[in-house]
């Protein structure tokens, strides 16, 4: 058997069975960077003396300081395995909630997750969140329960009791992959003690116990609880006897290697899921069966930009292979070169001159790439957009401070906007106005303090934060509503109406492609009549954008086809910019009835067509009662029963409310909804009345009707913030 140290990485990266691709997720200050550290010392990538405090993914100074992951960071490493060796190509990622998505980029380009669930909290809303990202990509879980050792040194449990927590937090694992996985999947992605599926341990002592590690080595849960008995001295050379004989990263990586599919079955089920292109096609067959010889598809997960090299695009090979020097395409910008291609270790590039399918990558010389992109070598169909769980609801005005660095900070906002799509950016030319939006205050921060300040030296000035709307209606417009073009040779006719709450639904959790449809997508068509549409009004979808829906009904008229695109650019001009306060549109069907066109094309160019339907479409929307929608929070709060009543006060005095409380022992879990707007400031004064013993998490964050004897009052506040006139 040759040695891993003789073992060719690239020979290992043309076996797609003997390739694991796997994500670590969890909730914030479960484990995860330091059961990375114990990966990296097994692959001999870290010293074992610092592994478990060395944080060797945390690259950021901020990272480091704060003890929290801010960026997923990827690690290519070599297992041996039941006489075998395996390519393990591991991104470890954030467990704030702040940095979800990061997560939710890493996911697409791994087959495998590792949720860390610590020992002592259980199943928090974050590690919810992540494993619905995992499922949602198609990302097959196993589960590490992590931090056992203080059960046993600090709650000082017994056995029985520590039992009903680990099965407590597998039920519960189990319970969400049961109501979120495919049908397919529903059993087969169950976590299992007895199949090994299921591995407990110890990060930070280096030690860990799945079934198949035990019956192998002779062990019992009886080696841990002696463990941790006896003097200081005593349980520390327990410990470390037990780290040698059960060693954490042996574990984890065996149950990865036996529990995680190799792209080469994982594209299999993954790609019909991610790609919405013909899989008869030849690169439709290449993707699914992880061809070698196939079409070069690669799918961009994460941009970095460094000083010294520019932008670095990392992602994953689906298909084909990837050569270093050869040219490409974006399916956002065109023709480019991969100049340089590597693999990623902790931030260190190791060069190759190509990578094959089943791998992830990183290559340079690719210029304003965007996160979820395809890059091939001919046009193809992209994979579908990146979805994320949650959306950017607090904004902070920004500008430079110098006013000739200006060009620098338009630059410099678009280039973290490519890094993190999480960040939005609005640059309004009229106002002068620059808006960067962020998932929370705490990523907000990082953004502007860490990328913006100190990474690009760029001094600004920040307002305090401003809370996002969005726009919607409440009923049809009782009349259709006429859209005339200037030269009132063309005319439109318009319904505009709430969206059926299961479509807008389905169509935000990513079950239903967002996109222009093309004429035969049938797989659209289905899903949307599954969700709850009409069968045939599913049949005249012709774009869905930002959950909202466009549906063309008219009949007959033979000139539709060539202004269709201008059609659905204007539908989504007034969906990006609603007609309140220019806020973006959420979950709204447009239908167009009727039209009236010139004969002559010269007179109904977008110049006719694009006021036409967008004054129409405003007109309608005005008449179908419109709403403002908020963002609203679902939080959990943990803390001692004692403060029950301050909690309820607090959340009393922002507009929340109430909607569980939970005891368990002298602990209160508290379940609750805040409008983002009366959020800010929360983590502080739930401190202040807990006695900083409080603890709060995001559950979940939705759209919802501002009260109504509120709603002109924010229209009224948010159009004077855009300077926006009566008529605008």
């Not at 991610?274 to 941009?303: H, M, Q, Y």
């Not at 954008?545 to 001009?573: C, P, R, S, Y």
């Not at 800010?680 to 939705?702: A, H, N, P």
């Amino acid at each position: 058997m040759a040695k891993k140290e003789e073992i060719n990485i690239k020979d290992l990266m043309k076996q797609p069975s003997q390739i694991r691709n796997l994500g670590i997720i969890a909730h914030i200050d479960h484990g995860k960077s330091t059961l990375s550290d114990s990966l990296l010392a097994g692959a001999g990538l870290l010293s074992s003396k610092v592994a478990g405090q060395a944080r060797g993914t945390d690259l950021l100074e901020e990272e480091q300081q704060r003890g929290i992951t801010i960026l997923a960071t990827a690690v290519t490493m070599i297992h041996h395995y039941k006489d075998n060796y395996y390519l393990i190509n591991l991104i470890d990622t954030p467990g704030h909630v702040d940095f979800g998505g990061e997560v939710t980029r890493s996911l697409r380009a791994v087959d495998g997750s590792l949720v860390v669930v610590c020992a002592v909290e259980g199943v928090m809303p974050q590690t919810e969140t992540v494993l619905k990202q995992s499922i949602r990509e198609r990302v097959k879980p196993v589960l590490f329960i992590n931090k056992v050792d203080r059960l046993l040194k600090e709650l000082k449990i017994t056995p029985e009791q520590m039992q009903q927590r680990f099965i407590k937090t597998i039920m519960k694992v189990n319970k969400m992959i049961a109501a979120l996985a495919p049908a397919d999947f529903k059993k087969e992605w169950q976590v299992r003690v007895e199949d090994g599926s299921v591995a407990f341990g110890s990060a930070f002592h280096k030690w860990a116990l799945s079934i198949p590690q035990m019956q192998k080595k002779g062990l019992s849960f009886k080696d841990v609880i002696d463990a941790y008995t006896g003097s200081e001295d005593e349980i520390k050379e327990k410990v470390e006897k037990l780290a040698e004989k059960a060693p954490l990263h042996e574990v984890v990586l065996d149950m990865t290697i036996g529990h995680h599919p190799g792209p080469d079955k994982a594209q299999k089920y993954r790609v019909p899921h991610l790609w919405r292109g013909d899989l008869e096609s030849a690169v439709g067959k290449s993707l699914v069966n992880c061809d070698p010889n196939g079409e070069l598809v690669f799918v961009v997960t994460k941009i970095t930009t460094d000083p010294t090299f520019g932008e670095l695009v990392f992602g994953r090979v689906f298909s084909g292979v990837l050569h270093e020097g050869e040219e490409v395409i974006l399916s956002k910008t065109g023709k480019q070169k991969a100049q340089k291609v590597f693999i990623m270790v902790c931030g260190k590039r190791v060069p190759l001159d190509s990578i094959p399918v089943g791998n992830t990558a990183a290559i340079i010389g690719i210029k304003n790439a965007t996160s979820g992109e395809t890059i091939s070598k001919t046009s193809i169909t992209p994979f579908e957009a990146i979805k994320h769980i949650f959306d950017p609801v607090v904004t902070k005005a920004i500008e430079a401070k110098n006013p000739a660095d200006l060009p620098k900070l338009i630059q410099v906002l678009r280039d973290v906007s490519k890094e993190d799509p999480t960040v939005q950016i609005t640059i309004n030319e009229e106002t002068g106005e620059h808006l960067i939006s962020g998932l929370g205050e705490l990523h907000l921060e990082d953004v502007i303090d860490r990328r913006i300040i100190k990474e690009r030296k760029l001094e600004v000035k920040v307002s305090p934060p401003i809370v996002v709307y969005r726009e919607g209606v409440s009923a049809k417009n009782p009349n259709e509503v006429e859209g005339k073009s200037p030269n009132k040779h063309n005319k439109f006719y318009l319904y505009v109406e709430p969206l059926e709450e299961g479509v807008y639904k389905s169509i935000n959790e990513g079950e239903i492609s967002e996109g222009r449809i093309k004429k035969k997508d049938q797989k659209v068509w289905e899903a949307l009549a599954n969700a709850g549409m009409d069968k045939e009004e599913a049949k005249s979808v012709k774009d869905i954008f930002q959950g909202n829906v466009f549906v063309d009904k008219t009949k007959g008229e033979v000139h539709m086809i060539e202004i269709m695109e201008t059609v659905l650019d204007a539908f989504e001009q007034v969906m990006k910019e609603g007609p309140l306060c220019r806020e973006p549109v959420i979950g709204v069907k447009v239908s167009l009835v009727d039209v009236k066109l010139h004969e002559d094309s010269i007179h109904r160019g977008p110049a006719q067509i694009i006021p036409a339907v967008r004054d129409g479409l405003k007109e309608a929307f005005r008449e179908a009662s419109p709403i403002i929608r908020e963002p609203v929070q679902q939080i959990r709060i943990d803390a001692p029963n004692t403060y029950m009543g301050n909690i309820s006060k607090l959340i009393g005095g922002r507009r929340g409310q109430l909607l569980d409380t939970e005891f368990e022992g002298e602990e209160l879990i508290v379940t609750a909804r805040i409008p983002v707007n009366e959020s800010f400031g929360f983590t502080g004064d739930l401190r202040s009345v807990t006695e900083g013993r409080g603890v709060w998490s995001l559950v979940d964050s939705k759209f919802e009707q501002l009260p109504r004897s509120m709603q002109q009052d924010i229209i009224t506040k948010v159009r004077t913030r855009k300077g926006l006139s009566e008529n605008q």
